[in-house]
């Protein structure tokens, strides 16, 4: 079956406006995770869903972040009035419920988001 | 809180020869996995291994094996045979096996350069 996907796969924006990442978890995944990657650093948690749960966001870095996951499935990862310091890579990743999996996740390939 | 911390920002060894990447993690858990992912120069991550808590015996994969001191809290990633194709960078995480919630720490990474 299909992996983890991510669109679009760059992203280059002006500050201040607000831009959509959309992540397609692999089938039957409850769980999914995003992560922001600045260069070379490791990765950081922002945001995750658990099945019908409210999603920690604990991760968030401000309010202009959000993301929402439409029936289980897809998500959106929103940035509104993006700032320079906006610029990474964002991963998406997506597990089977709880320990199923044993706690792999696996990963999209990204979305490079340039704010100039 | 947890932490992870890989201590080397980068390594390199020539094909063929044996490399071990560190990681140390800070817990009060008891039941938890451990994970080293490979982020080769493509992007998209891949799980190497993983090794729960509670077992004893060091996991193995192929020519990718661990040093798991649960009481040291260190977890090393030891890489034999080197090939060109482990070129990447390796991040140690670390997930809470607690029910109702699998949020991730990650470390921030090692990267390695596999020499020719």
């Known amino acids: 079956g299909a992996g983890v996907s991510q669109s679009p796969s760059n992203k280059v924006t002006e500050k201040g406006k607000d831009v959509e990442l959309r992540c397609d978890p692999i089938?039957?995944?409850?769980?999914l995770y995003w992560y922001r990657q600045s260069l070379g650093q490791g990765l950081e948690f922002l945001i995750y869903?658990?099945?019908?749960?409210?999603?920690?966001k604990s991760g968030l870095p401000s309010d202009r972040f959000s993301a929402e996951r439409t029936g289980g499935s897809v998500s959106t990862l929103t940035i509104q009035r993006t700032q320079q310091e906006d610029s990474a890579v964002y991963l998406c990743?997506?597990?089977?419920?709880?320990?199923?999996?044993?706690?792999?996740?696996?990963f999209g390939p990204g979305t490079r988001l340039t704010v100039t | 809180a947890q932490t992870v911390t890989q201590s080397q920002p980068e390594m390199s060894v020539q094909e063929a020869e044996t490399v071990t990447l560190s990681c140390t993690y800070d817990?009060?858990?008891?039941?938890?996995?451990l994970f080293w992912y490979k982020q080769p120069p493509s992007r998209q991550m891949i799980l190497v291994i993983r090794?729960?808590?509670?077992?004893?015996q060091n996991a193995t994969e192929n020519r990718f094996s661990v040093n798991f001191q649960k009481a040291a809290k260190s977890f090393s990633l030891k890489i034999s045979d080197s090939q060109l194709g482990d070129t990447a960078m390796y991040f140690c995480?670390?997930?809470?096996?607690?029910?109702?919630?699998?949020?991730?720490?990650f470390g921030t990474g090692t990267r390695l350069k596999v020499l020719a």
């Open positions: 990743a997506s597990s089977l419920a709880g320990l199923a999996g044993a706690g792999e996740q696996y």
């Open positions: 089938s039957g995944h409850t769980a």
């Open positions: 869903f658990q099945g019908n749960s409210a999603p920690d």
């Open positions: 817990t009060s858990e008891n039941n938890y996995y």
């Open positions: 090794q729960e808590a509670y077992k004893q």
């Open positions: 995480a670390f997930m809470k096996a607690a029910s109702g919630t699998y949020k991730y720490i």
